[in-house]
Nanobody, 115 residues
């Protein structure tokens, strides 16, 4: 059974940095896509960053130049490096992966940015 375990969230002051991790286990197949989403209270879940198997990436306009998505060499962990954090980045962040055309989601990790 595929499992995603996220970590790295927390409380940080505006201008600070955090790195989120999402470790994927339980699958022998290649992860074709990895993404990070976020959901703030009262808002819909939105795509923050996306990475394809070929290494191509795309980002929400609101985080371009501040956030970076990457994966480890084993291909089973995806990271989101978040720099120059702003209060409006406060949300629950979710990892999503696609394996054999199926979507899997993490449980979410809270990121709170104080002004």
């Amino acid at each position: 059974q595929v499992q995603l375990v996220e970590s790295g969230g927390g409380l940080v002051q505006a201008g600070g940095s955090l790195r989120l991790s999402c470790e994927v286990s339980g699958s022998r197949f290649v992860i074709s896509q990895m993404s990070w989403y976020r959901q703030a209270p009262g808002n819909q879940r939105e795509l923050v960053a996306h990475s394809n198997f070929d290494g191509s990436t795309n980002y929400a306009d609101s985080v371009k130049g501040r956030f970076t998505i990457s994966r480890n060499t084993a291909g089973n962990t995806v990271y989101l490096q978040m720099n120059s954090l702003k209060p409006e980045d406060t949300a629950v962040y979710y990892c999503r992966v696609v394996i054999q055309w199926l979507n899997y989601w993490g449980q979410g990790t809270q990121v709170t940015v104080s002004s």
